[in-house]
């Protein structure tokens, strides 16, 4: 197991996270494989390769004027240039709405297989599990 490795796959998944909250999306082309698949259903959304997912991810998240994705330390396993990870999520967002925005709180794991690329290592499929939610609007 490198440790360069497990740094860099750190890295990744926070770019993901800090992307996310700037709706940077553009940004999350460095962090998936062209053809990556993410899997967001277990929290309502929606499932497809990337960059569709891109795309739904910036519809999906406009209503949402402020989001903190913040990740635990991950669970990584190294075999040579394929990886899996595995990361809790704990997310407070604020929902826009006409009456007051709402504060509300949501969580899940990202359970990823990763690939090591010539431009590093990158997320080749992401699915979200055991997901809650505390105060949904």
């Known amino acids: 197991m490198s440790t360069a490795d497990i740094v860099e796959i750190q890295q990744l998944l926070a770019t993901y996270v800090y992307a996310i ?11 998936f494989i062209p053809g990556a698949t993410v899997d967001y259903r277990a929290a ?15 519809s999906a998240l406009a209503p949402f004027p402020l989001t903190q994705h913040l990740i635990g ?9 394929r990886a899996s990870a595995r990361t809790m999520l704990f997310n407070p ?3 826009a709405r006409l ?5 509300f709180f949501v969580g899940c794991t990202y359970v990823d297989d990763l690939v090591r690329t010539s431009n ?10 055991d997901f809650w939610a505390k105060d949904p609007p």
């Open 21 to 31: 909250d700037a709706k940077d999306y553009d940004a999350l082309d460095t962090v």
């Open 99 to 103: 009456a007051g925005d709402q504060l």
């Open 73 to 81: 330390l991950p669970l990584i396993r190294l075999d040579g240039d």
């Open 44 to 58: 309502g959304g929606a499932a497809g390769e990337w960059p569709t997912m891109k795309a739904w991810l910036k």
């Open 120 to 129: 590093g290592w990158r997320i080749a499929k992401r699915v979200e599990q």
């Open 93 to 95: 967002m604020r929902f």
